[in-house]
């Protein structure tokens, strides 16, 4: 390789990989280490549910593209949980349960500020289901959320009170897991919340960004990657995974 296709070939590999010397003093490319869940790793995915997904209530712009995503790196994985965004009907996050309030205004609860949403993912419904396109066959439990009439929850781990736990930390840790990886929707809510209190609680705490999806409320995309970052969460792609 001459000099210049060697200074060429440096600056296109910068930052995606190791640029190695292999034997005859070539410049030879060695792809970066890929993450490689054990049993210590589980995949966390939250609320892939048809509410969520064109056609539902509550719909996350191209939440149905995650389906694919996660389907193609759910086998690498011998430990999923699935979470499922599980309303009372007149639930304290809707909308309709405020006279004169609109979708997307907040309200202030107990706990604090509460967006308030359109209803959606009420118990027992169809809306509610987990997509019939998600193919996790092992997955061990269904974290189900937001049941308390008064409380919502995001996270995965603790109502938005932030005092009832859901139990999600006691089975993780139970059963020794370490590692968390968090796909599904909504990238800028129950994902980050989800994964925020993963941080908190100790887990090491991936997140896959093209297996989400966010709703984006005036830039909460954005934020949350922030707040995600500033926490210690780990921002990867799911090619990031090593699926062999
Ligand atoms: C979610 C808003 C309301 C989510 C759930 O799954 O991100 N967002 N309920
Ligand atoms: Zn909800």
């Given at each position: ?22 034997g005859g003093g ?121 049941f308390h009439k ?95």
């Amino acid at each position: 390789m001459s000099s210049m296709n060697r200074r060429a070939a440096l600056r296109t590999l910068s930052g995606a990989g190791l640029v190695v010397l292999a034997g005859g003093g070539e410049w030879a490319w060695s792809a970066p280490a890929k993450i490689k869940p054990d049993a210590t790793s589980a995949l966390v995915v939250v609320d892939v549910q048809n509410c969520f997904i064109t056609g539902g209530t509550l719909a996350v712009k191209n939440g149905e593209d995650v389906v694919p995503v996660i389907n193609r790196i759910a086998p690498a994985f011998q430990n999923v949980v699935l979470t499922q965004d599980w309303h009372t009907p007149g639930h304290a996050s809707f909308a309709s349960s405020y006279p004169g309030k609109k979708p997307f205004e907040t309200t202030k609860l107990a706990y604090g500020t509460q967006v308030l949403w359109p209803d959606h993912c009420v118990q027992g419904t169809a809306d509610a289901e987990l997509d019939h396109d998600l193919k996790i066959p092992q997955a061990e439990l269904i974290v189900r959320k937001g049941f308390h009439k008064d409380v919502d929850s995001y996270s995965a781990f603790e109502e938005a009170d932030r005092k009832t736990p859901t139990g999600l930390e006691g089975y993780l840790k139970q059963r020794g897991i370490k590692k968390l990886f968090v796909a599904g929707l909504a990238t800028d809510f129950c994902v980050a919340w989800t994964a925020l209190d993963a941080r908190r609680a100790g887990f090491e705490t991936y997140v896959i960004e093209d297996a989400c999806r966010g709703i984006d409320l005036n830039g909460s995309v954005a934020q949350a990657w922030k707040d995600m970052t500033k926490k210690g969460v780990k921002r990867i792609q799911s090619d990031d995974i090593d699926l062999a």
